[in-house]
């Protein structure tokens, strides 16, 4: 089947007013949809299309079964089992966003969520049985009343998803484009996607910056956690999705909203990348957060004690931490034994022996690092943002599901649910644009054409470094306007200068654009809700911040910035625009018939 009815004879850079600097591209393909990431998000999509009968192509910036679905420990959250109901699941999931979940898109999470895990197991992902029932063994992590997280592998899940999916993809012969950084967003004449621009580094068929032109693309490139220095994320979460679709027009939201996961392997104050990860299903299985005392500092603090939402754990290990004058805790699981270790978290025992720490004697030294993006590309129900024929899912997108915090395990739920509705809409002929309406737009190197001016590459250690010291778990306004300030000075400093285009420069432009969007959101929200803690502003305020902010590039229509409120008005910025919404429900992304919102 052919998604849409045309593709248009010449494309060019869907910008709001900058494109990343790079040559014109020397090879094209062509397709129905291009989807961009190889994670769970970007392969359900990509089979569900294809299932479809749709041509399509993956882009995927390093090998495809390198995605970060593959770095996921925990789980995946859903109501699986006896005594649980999608209701539960919501409830939960409610209480971790801290008031500023869309709760449509919760509900819609939930209950379609058990039906997406056994369509994932009939494709072929092996899940852990319990020795007793032989049904799907479920255990719990923070914020979950029930046991409701099915695992594989003990604690090596995302491995086994990814490992599924991608023989799938294999198995159907999915055209496939690896080590390739998406660019920029290709538009028509009529502002419809119309492709992207890639750069390939070197390996395959094709090679260098080329285009994929197709009328639907689906943005699954994952999270941004390579803004801050010590990360649990992988070195091509650079936010280039994020990037991307502001460059296009397209609204992001909640980007303030960052997670950061409580525990994390302490490797010192000086430790910067990618962090290995002490999975929440540690504590579900009854390990306990303790200081060097061992006293346990998370009794008393909440409810859950230790399997409080990972916000109220982050802010606990802080807090304690600080009170003491050091800046790490303890997790202790000595009381496992060495074959609960073995069989159950076996990948996180490696981990902490490679590192010198031994967890069947010793307790884990762990501090919270930087995680997971609750926002990202502003989406409806289906996927679609709001550039015509653009999709996001997975971290790269804000559906609304998360809020202000994300619930453990949910992350690759929604993955799966949102990437089978965008293949949905992608495959609904409704979706596809009047034929007659096609003009050629002006080339890829076209006059107006703005370039986004390039950093150094080395500028991209200082972005981390300035977002963990101003804008990490600790923040105020003086913090994140020094922020603000020495993320500006970075452009300053590069006027006049020609950094060459390249991987390492486009990379360092895509994490100081998000960098600045995240600041000048987390800027404004003043008041501390979820992941987004304030020091000057201790409390939530729910009159004044039960809402959503927005940001995109540039000033609204004609140049003034339109809020969607009274008392929400929009703030313009030398390159954004912030609004808030109305509730904490996003309003459509365009004007639909009611039946397809």
């Known amino acids: 089947m052919t998604v849409h009815s045309r593709h248009p004879e010449a494309v060019g850079p ?133 046991n409701r997280i099915a695992h594989a592998g003990g604690d090596a899940t995302g491995a086994e998803i990814s490992r599924a999916l991608v023989e799938a993809v294999r198995e159907q012969g999915i055209r496939t484009v690896e080590n390739a950084l998406v660019l920029d967003l290709l538009k028509d004449a009529d502002g419809h ?35 801050f220095a ?102 202790d699981a000595r009381h496992f034994g060495a074959a609960m270790w073995e069989t159950r978290f076996p990948t996180i025992l490696a981990a902490c022996r490679a590192h010198g720490i031994d967890p069947v004697t010793q307790p884990v030294p762990v501090a919270p690092a930087a995680h997971y993006a609750s926002g990202g590309i502003r989406t409806d129900l289906h996927g679609r943002t709001t550039v015509p024929g653009l999709y996001a899912c997975g971290e790269a997108a804000c559906t609304g599901v998360h809020g202000a915090n994300r619930l453990a395990s ?9 990437a089978e509705r965008i293949a949905e809409a992608v495959l609904d002929p409704a979706a596809a644009p009047d034929a007659g309406s096609a003009a ?71 994490l100081h654009l998000v960098a600045q969007v995240l600041v000048a959101a987390a800027l404004r929200r003043e008041e501390t809700r979820g992941c987004h803690w304030r020091e000057d502003f201790p409390d939530r305020d729910d009159e004044t911040w039960s809402r959503h902010l927005v940001v995109r590039l540039g000033t609204g229509p004609g140049g003034a910035a339109q809020p969607d409120s009274p008392g929400g008005a929009a703030r313009p910025d030398a390159r954004f625009t912030l609004r808030t919404t109305r509730t904490t429900a996003f309003p459509p992304v365009v004007a639909l018939p009611k039946e397809q919102q």
């Open 193 to 227: 996607t119309a492709g992207v621009t890639l750069h390939v580094m070197g390996e395959g068929q094709h090679d260098g910056v080329g285009a994929v032109r197709a009328p639907a693309v689906v943005l699954a490139t994952g999270g941004m956690g390579q803004v």
């Open 230 to 331: 010590a990360t649990t994320n992988p070195a091509v979460s650079t936010g280039d999705g994020v990037a991307l679709a502001l460059r296009a027009g397209a609204e992001v939201s909640d980007l303030e909203f960052v997670q950061f996961h409580p525990t994390v392997l302490y490797l010192g104050p000086d430790a910067e990348g990618q962090q290995p990860l002490i999975s929440e299903a540690v504590r579900g299985e009854g390990a306990r957060l303790v200081d060097a005392d061992g006293l346990r500092f998370m009794q008393g603090a909440h409810p859950l004690a230790e399997l409080a939402p990972r916000d109220i754990v982050a802010k606990g290990i802080m807090r304690h931490a600080a009170r003491q004058g050091t800046d790490h805790m303890y997790l």
């Open 410 to 418: 949910n992350s690759l739920l929604e993955g799966l649910v949102f």
């Open 440 to 510: 050629p737009a002006a080339p890829a190197d076209g006059a107006g054409s703005a370039r986004a001016a390039l950093l150094p590459a080395s500028a991209r250690t200082r972005v981390q470094r300035v977002m963990s010291e101003g804008a990490g778990v600790l923040r105020s306004a003086a913090s994140l306007a020094r922020a603000a300030e020495q993320l500006a000075a970075l452009s300053g400093a590069a006027v006049g200068k020609h950094p060459e285009p390249g991987v390492d420069t486009w990379e360092t432009a895509n």
């Open 14 to 146: 869907g910008i709001a007013g900058t494109a990343l600097p790079a040559p014109a591209p020397g090879w094209t393909l062509d397709a129905d949809v291009v989807v961009v990431g190889s994670g769970v998000a970007g392969l359900t999509a990509a089979l569900r299309c294809a299932a479809g009968g749709a041509r399509t192509v993956i882009v995927t910036k390093a090998r495809l079964n390198a995605g970060s679905t593959r770095w996921a420990q925990g789980g995946v959250a859903a109501a699986l089992g006896e005594g649980d109901s999608p209701e539960q699941h919501l409830d939960d999931t409610l209480e971790a966003g801290a008031g500023l979940c869309d709760e449509n898109a919760v509900r819609t999470l939930v209950t379609e969520g058990p039906a997406a895990v056994r369509r994932l197991i009939a494709a072929g992902a092996d899940f852990d049985l319990s020795s007793d029932t032989g049904e799907i063994a479920l255990t719990r992590e923070g914020g979950h009343h029930r």
